[in-house]
């Protein structure tokens, strides 16, 4: 569950957040939209305990191996199969060989585990 009220943000003179309210619940896919510099960066580092809001509460209470972040750049080698994208990230955080392919079957990408992701 992640649960956000009130977050407040400044740098210097330049409020980027003001007054931010929402809550996310278990097992529930939200998106955080907006233009560029409208504060979605400086909102996911308070989430991530990378800075500090100014006022306000902002709450995660989800394992990290439960938490998925997609930002501006997806990070992803566009010429490497889905499969081998995941495998990269499997090995980094030491997970068994298995949960590369469970997880693109669990988001419905199972097919698509042999294709190139440029090609998706």
């Known amino acids: 569950m992640i ?3 009130g977050v407040e943000k ?5 409020k980027v957040l003001l007054g931010v309210d929402f809550e996310v619940g278990e097992k529930e896919i939200f998106g955080l ?3 560029s510099g409208s504060g979605k960066t400086t909102l996911i580092n308070i ?3 990378q800075t500090e809001a100014d006022s306000g509460d902002a709450f995660v209470e989800v394992p990290p191996f439960e938490t998925g972040l997609m930002l501006d750049e997806d990070g992803l080698y566009s010429r490497l199969t889905c499969l081998d994208n995941l ?3 499997r090995r980094i955080y030491s ?3 298995e ?3 469970e997880a693109l079957e669990n988001v419905g990408l199972g097919d698509a ?5 440029a090609s998706l």
């Open 3 to 5: 649960r956000v009220r």
């Open 10 to 14: 400044s740098f210097g003179e330049q």
């Open 33 to 35: 939209l907006g233009p």
């Open 47 to 49: 989430l991530t305990n």
């Open 87 to 89: 495998d990269v990230f």
């Open 95 to 97: 997970m068994p060989p």
């Open 99 to 101: 949960k590369s392919l």
């Open 113 to 117: 585990a042999k294709k190139p992701v």
